[in-house]
């Protein structure tokens, strides 16, 4: 059960909102900081330890989708998006670049706050995970990962692109090197709330980088397969200036 005390950072362009959503979560326990938009979010997030982001799709400048990407990529914090009634692309879009939940406005605070709770159950399981990735490559057992461009570089200088699931894949195992992760931990930290029981999606994308990683795909040595608990880098990270 996640701790009631869990800071949360609501970010959205409208002050009302950002006021009612702010003030309902801070009288159900939570502490709350607020944002006007994605700049000062980021500002936000520097500066103290958040939780969890409850963010506004559409606001002025940067939107809440390109936020979303940014801290998926860059921070483990998990997000609830909010998304117009009308826009499913919004919300499509937003699960597939990592945000854990959505809620639809107009909205009722209880279902947000029953949304936040269940995001923090799930997510407060995870192994805690080494600091943000700044370095522009990440290498291990004889690989580097380009983060700017998505690229899995091997030792003769190939490059090798990977896909979005590829490399949210990629990046959960490789800030939790040694650590086994269950198909559920790595569906929230990759495909965020989409996930079915028995959903084999994880299996299909771990398989699918295998063959990217692994000299043998059948017999690898790289991610490894833990029989009854999930999957595991086997292999030591280190960033590269």
Same mark, same amino acid.
């Given at each position: 059960m996640p701790d009631a005390s869990?800071?949360?950072?609501?970010?959205?362009?409208?002050? =009302?909102?950002?006021?009612?959503?702010?003030?309902y979560l801070a009288k159900n326990g939570f502490r709350v900081t607020t944002a006007e938009s994605a700049a000062a979010a980021r500002k936000a997030i520097k500066t103290a330890a958040i939780d969890l982001v409850v963010l506004d799709v559409m606001m002025p400048g940067e939107d809440g989708?390109?936020?979303? $990407?940014?801290?998926?990529?860059?921070?483990?914090?998990?997000?609830?998006?909010? !998304? *117009?009634?009308?826009?499913? !692309? =919004? $919300?499509?879009i937003g699960l597939e670049i990592g945000a854990d939940d959505y809620v639809t406005k107009p909205f009722n605070p209880r279902e947000l706050l029953a949304r936040v709770r269940a995001v923090l159950?799930? !997510? !407060?399981?995870?192994?805690?995970?080494?600091?943000a990735i700044e370095a522009t490559r990440? *290498?291990? *057992?004889?690989?580097q990962l380009d983060v700017d461009r998505r690229e899995l570089v091997g030792q003769d200088g190939v490059a090798t692109p990977l896909s979005t699931a590829e490399y949210q894949l990629l990046v959960a195992l490789l800030k939790r090197p040694r650590i086994v992760l269950s198909r559920e931990q790595l569906l929230d930290l990759t495909s965020g709330r989409q996930m079915q029981l028995f959903d084999r999606s994880i299996d299909n994308q771990v398989s699918r980088l295998r063959k990217k990683v692994e000299l043998d795909p059948k017999n690898p040595l790289i991610i490894r397969t833990v029989w009854g608990d999930g999957y595991m880098l086997a292999a030591d990270v280190e960033e590269v200036a």
């Open positions: 869990s800071h949360i950072l609501v970010v959205d362009d409208h002050r =009302d909102i950002r006021d009612l959503v702010g003030r989708l390109s936020l979303c $990407r940014s801290l998926r990529e860059n921070e483990d914090v998990p997000v609830i998006l909010l !998304t *117009a009634m009308a826009e499913d !692309t =919004d $919300r499509v159950r799930r !997510t !407060t399981t995870l192994p805690r995970s080494r600091e990440i *290498a291990f *057992a004889g690989l």
